[in-house]
């Protein structure tokens, strides 16, 4: 079956750094994908990995090990504003839909 | 450029009722996808439509059902309406719906509040 497992809550402080992972597993991969999400909004794409390795934009990164199932956002120079849930969803061979996990939602203190 | 547009953003309806939301694809997307986001939950996949045609649906019951028009743009429709239908539905964008490394946009949602 699918299943995709990411942690409830977390909490950083401003100007730290903070990992947040994701687990899944699936028998067709094709792809895992990061969302922002603040409260009442709609989700914002941050990276897309279908391939091993690290892809760094600015201050976001996001990890994958698909021999794992394992993949992780990491976030740099933490700011007030990057209070928010993130989704990881991974994308499957067989069919056109995003397999969510329930989100991590991420409290940064002063 | 206008990113994926829907409507309405917010609305209250009461239990038996039926509701049509509406969604605009980015200009150049043939692909919309609808998913129902519960409060406190990831989103969950309701249809996908790729020209007009639909391409992929979730475990959700027959009250549910969508289509896509000719520009693109897409409704969907939930009929009979249960408390439990009260969630914020999303649309998403994207230019073919596969799994090439394109990007999947999402509108800001319609919040569907059940009474």
């Known amino acids: 079956g699918q299943n995709i497992d990411q942690p409830t809550e977390m909490t950083a402080t401003e100007g730290a750094i903070v990992q947040i992972n994701c687990t899944y597993q699936?028998?067709?991969?094709?792809?895992l994908f990061w969302y922002q999400q603040h409260a009442g909004e709609a989700p914002t794409f941050l990276s897309y990995n279908v391939l091993d390795g690290l892809e760094e934009k600015g201050r976001f990164s996001s990890f994958l090990s698909r021999s794992k199932g394992y993949s992780y956002l990491l976030l740099k120079e933490l700011q007030m504003k990057d209070s928010a849930s993130y989704l990881c969803a991974m994308a499957e061979d067989s069919n056109y839909q995003l397999i969510w996990g329930a989100g991590t939602k991420l409290i940064i203190k002063p | 450029d206008a990113g994926v547009t829907q409507s309405p953003t917010h609305l209250i309806k009461t239990r038996g009722q039926q509701v049509t939301l509406r969604c605009s694809p980015i200009?150049?997307?043939?692909?919309v996808s609808w998913y129902q986001q519960v409060l406190g939950q990831g989103p969950q996949f309701i249809f996908q439509?790729?020209?007009?045609?639909?391409?992929g649906r979730g475990n959700f019951p027959d009250r549910f059902s969508a289509r896509q028009f000719p520009n693109y743009s897409s409704e969907l429709n939930v009929n009979a309406l249960l408390l439990g239908d009260s969630a914020l539905y999303l649309c998403?964008?994207?230019?073919?719906?596969?799994?090439?490394?394109?990007?999947?946009?999402f509108g800001e949602g319609s919040w569907l509040t059940v009474v």
């Open positions: 200009s150049g997307h043939k692909s």
């Open positions: 439509y790729y020209e007009k045609e639909e391409r």
């Open positions: 998403a964008s994207s230019l073919d719906g596969g799994w090439t490394g394109n990007t999947i946009y």
């Open positions: 699936t028998s067709g991969f094709n792809g």
